[in-house]
């Protein structure tokens, strides 16, 4: 996608989002005293609460209530933090009316919970992945427009300093016009890790399986830097792991304009690197969590280059250039206080419920190619991937 190309998308996406929640101006005067938002979280006993507590005790947070259905670790959790505790969240809804609602119970409770959640007046920040499939995310989006809340997905990693600089440099058309991207990662997992909780890695629990869960972030990943594939190829087997759905994920990818993608992610390997490659005409960068951002300059955009240089086994030099980091640290209170900036002050949300029906699409499509055996255009058929994960779900087309 060309900086012109970049730009125009950001700026129709940030008007559309300011039109869509803050154009009639009368949905952001809620809140408790002293300008706090009443907070409440659905899905309390979940592992992953401890990354939200740092984001559920700012200063702009009132923590009013906890809901799950594990009473003994909710009412835990609810007693050390001084609030209400509920098993039923329609009762927490109605009684505690608040302004903000956090999901964070597995994948196919999200869309269901968030629904009523926007229907009862809160906006909502659900958990990745935003839902199990894709029409479940159409009618989050569609119910949040339709209440005039806000719907956002907690994709932290947009925060990581590397990820904010190499955006900007991409935004700013620095590799010029990008021509290939390469993503692989391993998130290692025992066995024991799926025999911690019987949802993991099941069709009915997950939907999925590396896709659905360890994935998300890294697919966010490419649709945030470089958009959303319109076109793959992909294989989800099970290489090693004992579950229902896939431990690997390994696919051909092409975006508009041609840009020529290859994402490999897996459970069931090991390899301490992570790596996000993208290839431009005038330079390259590479995105890891141990080398944080790496960027390489052409001296020459290979474009003019190669019409232009009389050695016929010549390339341009390359020079690595010094980047300034953006700030930020990747975690989840920074997700919490950007969407109380987007409540309270009207900045567009960095991930909004759109963001996560483009991770999500691409989840879903990568494992619709594999067990229909074909090439995959998106958008995905709604309907014919609904039929898919039912099969799958009844033991229907299984490996």
Not at 157 to 172: I, Y
Not at 196 to 211: D, I, S, Y
Not at 235 to 256: G, M, Q, S, V, Y
Request: proline letters at 4%.
């Amino acid at each position: 996608m060309t900086f012109i190309a970049k730009l125009y998308y950001t700026v129709v996406v940030n008007v559309f989002f300011f039109a869509r929640f803050f154009g009639k101006g009368s949905i952001y005067t809620m809140g408790s005293d002293k300008g706090k938002l009443r907070h409440a979280v659905i899905g309390a006993a979940a592992g992953i609460f401890s990354s939200h507590l740092p984001g559920l005790q700012l200063p702009e947070v009132d923590l009013v209530a906890l809901m799950d259905i594990n009473v003994a670790l909710g009412q835990q959790r609810a007693q050390e933090l001084g609030c209400a505790f509920y098993n039923d969240h329609h009762q927490m809804l109605q009684q505690e009316q608040p302004d903000v609602v956090t999901v964070m119970t597995p994948h196919p409770l999200h869309a269901r919970l968030a629904i009523d959640s926007l229907r009862a007046g809160s906006h909502v920040l659900v958990e990745k992945p935003i839902a199990v499939q894709v029409g479940e995310a159409d009618e989050m989006i569609h119910v949040a427009t339709e209440q005039q809340r806000l719907l956002g997905v907690v994709f932290q990693q947009r925060f990581r300093p590397e990820v904010k600089t190499a955006r900007r440099l991409l935004l700013e058309g620095r590799l010029g016009a990008l021509q290939r991207v390469e993503f692989t990662v391993a998130w290692t997992r025992p066995a024991s890790y799926f025999q911690q909780a019987t949802w993991r890695g099941t069709w009915k629990g997950e939907g999925g399986g590396v896709l659905m869960n360890q994935a998300a972030h890294n697919l966010d990943l490419l649709c945030y830097l470089i958009g959303a594939p319109e076109r793959l190829v992909a294989w989800t087997p099970r290489l090693l792991h004992n579950i229902e759905a896939e431990d690997t994920a390994h696919a051909l990818l092409e975006f508009p304009g041609g840009v020529l993608g290859y994402l490999h992610i897996s459970t069931a390997e090991v390899d301490k690197v992570e790596r996000l490659k993208i290839v431009g005409t005038a330079g390259s960068m590479e995105i890891s969590r141990q080398q944080a951002l790496t960027v390489r300059l052409l001296d020459t955009d290979i474009r003019d280059f190669v019409k232009t240089s009389p050695n016929p086994y010549s390339s341009p030099g390359e020079q690595q250039v010094e980047v300034e980091l953006e700030a930020g640290q990747g975690k989840h209170v920074e997700v919490y206080q950007a969407f109380h900036r987007a409540i309270s002050q009207g900045e567009p949300f960095i991930s909004p419920g759109e963001a996560g029906l483009a991770a999500l699409e691409l989840a879903n499509g990568l494992i619709y190619s594999h067990y229909t055996h074909s090439q995959v255009e998106l958008p995905l058929n709604r309907q014919k991937y609904a039929d898919l994960l039912a099969g799958l779900r009844d033991g229907k087309g299984q490996q």
